[in-house]
């Protein structure tokens, strides 16, 4: 009886065995698909500021693809764009990677073919800023990464606002520039409303749309006036948990709030994108990179 007892022992401890195997290759592999691939993302907005619409209008939100290529020049990914037939291009930031050794060409390649299907505005996260505030530090160019991107018709929206009249409604897109003490792991900086007012001014009376990198400052953004704020640099969260949300964030945090959804906060909606590359930690599960694509409709 006691040999037979220890011989169902060792086959419980197999099958333990076995399944943590089977599990840990399962999620290899969707790891592996994940960090090949992307969804389309739609979010549907409506507001009463937006009521003289005489027809939606759609916008391609793109964020944090960090030199990722979906098919040769990005090709996958620029037909994508293709079919959402936008009106608008919005660039969220770390389109690149800020690192020796990682060419941005093939990034540059594909952004500068953007403006051929619509307008494009470009906002910077921390990896530009890492480029622009340091240009010492680093063989690749701010200068010549946007001078470049620029020439091709692409427009930065570094502490500025661009006004879109469209039809009877208009829209106001502001570019905040986070600096890089607001990205910090540790010992990030508060942002109050006041000093986003002090950078970009006072928020439009129009339909504001802000670009900011950051969604660790959404209350911020919401009291300085932002209708629609658009964000990312979390990347879903690395790992997603079903009815929870992302697992961390860059600066350590676990279980943010906003780590890549649709939000309502108050009078504001809140878009964080999951982003549609991974740089220092090349993992993704239950989190596909996503293209966001926003539809505006009058209330």
């Not at 840990?24 to 969707?30: A, C, P, Q, R």
């Not at 063989?139 to 470049?148: F, L, V």
């Not at 640099?233 to 676990?254: E, M, N, S």
Request: aromatic share 8%; charged share 25%.
């Amino acid at each position: 009886m006691v040999a037979a007892s220890g011989v169902k022992g060792e086959d419980r401890l197999n099958i333990l065995i076995i399944a943590i195997v089977i599990i840990i290759l399962g999620m290899i592999v969707e790891n592996i698909r994940e960090l090949h691939g992307f969804r389309t993302t739609v979010y549907k907005i409506a507001s009463p500021k937006l009521m003289g619409l005489q027809e939606e209008k759609r916008i391609v939100f793109l964020s944090d693809l960090h030199n990722y290529s979906y098919g040769e020049e990005n090709g996958r990914l620029f037909q994508a764009i293709i079919s959402a037939r936008p009106d608008l291009i919005l660039i969220g930031g770390d389109m690149l990677v800020r690192k020796d050794g990682n060419s941005y060409e093939d990034t540059l390649r594909f952004l500068c073919r953007l403006p051929s299907i619509c307008k494009v505005y470009y906002a910077n996260g921390n990896h530009e800023q890492k480029l622009k505030e340091r240009p010492e530090a680093y063989s690749q160019s701010y200068k010549d990464y946007q001078s470049r991107l620029c020439s091709a018709g692409i427009v930065f929206l570094e502490n500025e606002s661009v006004r879109i009249p469209w039809d009877g409604a208009g829209i106001c897109i502001t570019g905040l520039e986070i600096g890089l003490d607001g990205y910090r792991k540790f010992g990030r900086r508060p942002m109050e409303e006041e000093e986003i007012e002090s950078r970009v001014g006072a928020a439009d009376s129009s339909y504001q749309i802000l670009l900011a990198h950051n969604p660790a400052y959404v209350e911020a953004y919401r009291k300085w006036g932002a209708d629609l704020i658009l964000s990312g640099h979390l990347h879903g969260g690395i790992v997603r948990i079903p009815g929870i949300g992302g697992v961390i964030a860059p600066d350590l945090t676990l279980f943010p709030k906003y780590s890549g959804d649709i939000y309502r906060e108050e009078d504001a909606t809140v878009v964080v994108s999951k982003g549609l590359g991974a740089h220092s930690v090349p993992i993704r599960l239950l989190n596909p990179a996503e293209m966001v694509v926003l539809v505006l409709n009058e209330d």
